[in-house]
């Protein structure tokens, strides 16, 4: 059993950043696929980016250039760098780990831009 547990949502001002980290309780950053997903009430949750154990990321289309994902494998922990925040992209923010043979959710962190 893995858990993973998200941090650092709040609310922020239109154009704002903010930082999500995701702690895991067991050595799994790095060795697995993980990734941050989103959803926003009434919507289905949507992919915000990944990276892979080989380090390969991508993004939605809608966060690249703007959110960043990246990992420290010492820390054990997986992080969430978005700037520019518009309105928009207000939701609870999740992060997982496939492990290949099961996949971990967080809680979620909420995430409001609003001014």
């Known amino acids: 059993q893995v858990q993973l547990v998200e941090s650092g949502g709040g609310l922020v001002q239109p154009g704002g950043s903010l930082r999500l980290s995701c702690a895991a309780s067991?050595?799994?950053?790095?060795?697995?696929?993980m990734g941050w997903y989103r959803q926003a009430p009434g919507l289905q949750r949507e992919l915000v980016a990944t990276i892979t154990s080989g380090g390969s990321i991508s993004y939605a289309d809608s966060v690249k250039g703007r959110f960043t994902i990246s990992r420290d494998n010492a820390k054990n922990t997986m992080y969430l760098q978005m700037n520019s925040l518009k309105p928009e992209v207000t939701a609870v923010y999740y992060c997982?780990?496939?492990?290949?043979?099961?996949?971990?959710w967080g809680q979620g962190t909420q995430v409001t831009v609003s001014s």
């Open positions: 067991a050595t799994i950053v790095g060795i697995y696929t």
């Open positions: 997982n780990v496939d492990t290949r043979r099961y996949v971990f």
